[in-house]
């Protein structure tokens, strides 16, 4: 049975479609998605992030423990910021990606996506061991509310006196909002500016309830799942389970950028990702823009124009309202780069090969 999250009530009372995600109990739209995903882009989208996982790390040697548990240099993160990161198995194939917070010096904030976190908080808490560290899943404990879009400073500047104007992209701050303690990052997964807001779960309701108010005179509006995917897509953001798996390194995702060989001391996945960080992958994530209006999707196979060749596979893709086009990301070999189509049951539909990101926000 599918978890449901602290925000359930207020998502059936305003209608959502529920759809069960990684295990959990989420709203997947409210009513029309174009409708959500516009509402990201010009005004602000409030999401439900509850179904994430927290996961804490503390004590002396908490810094250590991570550079040696993930690929990233957590240690040398100053108190306040934060990192996109993976954690990988010993063969390199990346288990999840994280984002991590130094909270203070013996303090981090381990944020693992759904469908892994308890795996994530296990090998954590296995390769802990000899650090003086200790691992804690505080998940059950908390909510995680975003607001995302241009007009997200204004709403949530309404209810805190935190100075979010200083406040830079990969960071936190421990801070009061409408009379809850949360934490206030400023991370995001849409292509927009936007705060993640993590606070006790007792606290969504009435927190969620606030912003919506606080909102409605900026055209906040709430946004589900299926927002959250398009919008993530036209910003060329990985999705765990499409994009990275088990079956792929940070190298064969085009993000080797995150593999940290010059921190101290060894690394889980160390010996198996040394080899490939100068040796080119044999596919790379290619944005794909549909010339025709059929949307290429995960799972469906790029073919050469000329033979129909299988040359790659689409790993997301969905109509996009900002292009006005579908659009897709894929593993394409890497020695091609044009005369491309998406075989779409039997019929191979054109597209063009573009760089990625599909879309980026106007500063």
């Not at 005004?43 to 040697?61: C, K, N, P, W, Y």
């Not at 990161?85 to 063969?91: G, L, N, Q, R, S």
């Not at 060989?261 to 100068?278: E, I, S, T």
């Amino acid at each position: 049975m599918s978890r449901p999250t602290p925000l359930r009530e207020v998502h059936e009372s305003l209608g959502a479609t529920l759809t069960d995600f990684a295990g959990w109990l989420m709203p997947l739209r409210y009513g029309s998605e174009s409708a959500e995903h516009n509402a990201v882009r010009m005004a602000a989208g409030l999401f439900d992030l509850s179904h994430m996982g927290e996961i804490f790390v503390t004590g002396r040697q908490a810094g250590e423990s991570l550079d040696h548990a993930l690929v990233g240099h957590l240690s040398a993160l100053e108190p306040g910021r934060a990192r996109y990161t993976m954690i990988c198995a010993e063969d390199g194939g990346v288990l999840d990606d994280l984002i991590v917070y130094r909270l203070g010096d013996e303090e981090f904030l381990v944020v693992a996506n759904a469908s892994n976190y308890e795996r994530v908080a296990a090998e954590l808490t296995a390769r802990a061991g000899g650090f003086d560290a200790e691992v804690d899943d505080r998940s059950d404990r908390y909510a995680l509310i975003a607001v995302q879009g241009p007009r997200a400073q204004e709403i949530v500047g309404s209810l805190t006196d935190a100075d979010l104007a200083g406040l830079k992209y990969y960071a936190g701050l421990p801070a009061t909002v409408a009379g809850s303690e949360a934490l206030i990052a400023r991370t995001g997964y849409t292509g927009e500016d936007g705060f993640e807001l993590f606070v006790a779960a007792e606290d969504a309701v009435p927190l969620w309830q606030e912003l919506t108010k606080a909102g409605d005179a900026y055209g906040l509006r709430p946004a589900g799942l299926s927002a959250r995917d398009t919008l993530r897509l036209e910003a060329g953001m990985p999705l765990y389970g499409n994009e990275l798996n088990a079956g792929l390194t940070p190298f064969d995702a085009g993000l080797g950028r995150v593999v940290k060989f010059d921190k101290p001391g060894d690394f889980v996945g160390r010996a198996a990702l040394a080899p490939l960080k100068d040796v080119p992958p044999r596919r790379r994530l290619t944005g794909l823009v549909a010339r025709g209006r059929r949307v290429p999707r995960h799972g469906y196979p790029v073919v050469s124009r000329t033979d129909g060749t299988v040359v790659g596979e689409v790993t997301s893709g969905a109509p996009s309202q900002s292009l006005g086009k579908p659009i897709a990301m894929a593993y394409v070999d890497t020695n091609v780069s044009e005369g491309l189509a998406v075989d779409i049951r039997g019929s191979h539909e054109p597209v063009d090969v573009v760089d990625l990101p599909f879309y980026r926000r106007s500063m």
